[in-house]
């Protein structure tokens, strides 16, 4: 299929080297059979486009035009871009968990992303979204992340669920919970972030270290004297990590959603003696038609997340607003094509 065929300049900001963004010509790529042209409208930034920026993302090494949470248009109609391609034969997409695969690529990281504005993109990987505005439909892909951790969790009704970190993934996760019947808590060293955390559904929020003492007891008296039975990561910090397993209670479920490069430490005895699940969650497996309903049903929210928008031409401004991790920052969104 090919569609939206077009031969004039495109403007793409390129990541030439850490640091440095550039906005230059390239030629518009032009669909092959399966494809389609997407004219992109909006491309929302997270901390994994900062860390690529800065140069401490190994496997994204530049030049490369970042970019993959990504809202545009094809034939007159808006869509969500799903970024992750699967080679389909290795052993997790054997089994129906392509959204591990081993050689997985993903837009704006393994290859050019949607930082541009035409991307070229297999059919079956955009989704159409009505009745949203292209700066919220961006963040689709970012709660279809949400959503895959929480359903990693297999969170029940009635059960505790605390989320570190109320960045925007952890946000989304909160609003997944509540949404779920779940008890939710939040806790973010941010007090912005952790305010946050209410208005998306959350019963309870600490803005301090998770493994402070007096906020330890305080979590642990909030899940009945026992614990959460489930907590995700979603900081991406190593000891977070220690302190979710110290946290959830015996029995219980921690997901770790946040990603980092770094080694975590961990007593091997309390994953036996507990007899903990410790899950991994990466990327999302189909999850792009729940997280659109999910963002539709809860725009309010979603478009409350959004604190700073920037036209391409600043896209170097909005790298390194998400990187310095401005707590007063949600969500940053870049205007590729000006509505």
């Not at 035409?118 to 961006?138: C, E, K, N, Q, Y």
Request: proline share 7%.
């Amino acid at each position: 299929m090919q569609t939206n065929v077009r031969t004039a300049p495109d403007r793409a900001a390129i990541t030439l080297r850490p640091g440095q963004v550039d906005v230059l010509e390239r030629p518009v790529p032009q669909p092959q059979d399966g494809e389609v042209l997407v004219a992109v409208a909006c491309v929302s930034v997270c901390g994994t486009d900062a860390h690529i920026w800065a140069g401490d993302y190994p496997s994204a090494p530049p030049p490369l035009v970042q970019g993959h949470e990504i809202a545009g248009w094809v034939d007159g109609r808006l869509v969500a871009v799903d970024p992750a391609r699967a080679c389909g034969r290795c052993h997790a997409c054997r089994v129906g968990r392509s959204n591990a695969c081993v050689s997985s690529s993903v837009l704006g990281v393994h290859a050019d992303g949607g930082l541009r504005e035409h991307i070229v993109v297999p059919s079956g990987r955009i989704h159409p979204v009505d009745g949203l505005p292209p700066a919220t439909a961006a963040l689709i892909e970012p709660a279809s992340i949400a959503l895959q951790a929480v359903a990693r969790s297999r969170a029940e009704r009635g059960a505790h669920a605390l989320v570190l970190g109320c960045g925007p993934i952890g946000l989304l996760a909160i609003g997944a919970l509540a949404e779920r019947g779940v008890r939710v808590a939040g806790v973010d060293r941010s007090g912005a972030r952790a305010r946050r955390a209410e208005r998306f559904g959350a019963s309870a929020m600490w803005v301090a270290d998770a493994d402070d003492p007096r906020r330890r007891a305080e979590i642990l008296d909030w899940a009945d004297g026992e614990g959460p039975s489930v907590v995700i990561e979603a900081t991406g910090a190593p000891a977070a990590l220690a302190t979710a397993i110290d946290l959830v209670c015996s029995a219980g479920t921690v997901v770790a959603v946040g990603i980092s490069t770094a080694e975590a430490r961990l007593p091997m005895s309390v994953l036996p003696y507990k007899e903990l699940d410790l899950l991994g969650s990466r990327n999302s497996m189909d999850r792009f038609p729940e997280a659109a309903a999910f963002i539709a049903r809860n725009r309010g929210l979603a478009e409350e997340l959004i604190t700073h928008r920037f036209p391409l031409e600043r896209t170097q401004e909005a790298f390194a607003l998400v990187h310095a991790g401005d707590a007063g920052a949600g969500k940053v969104v870049i205007d590729v094509v000006p509505s």
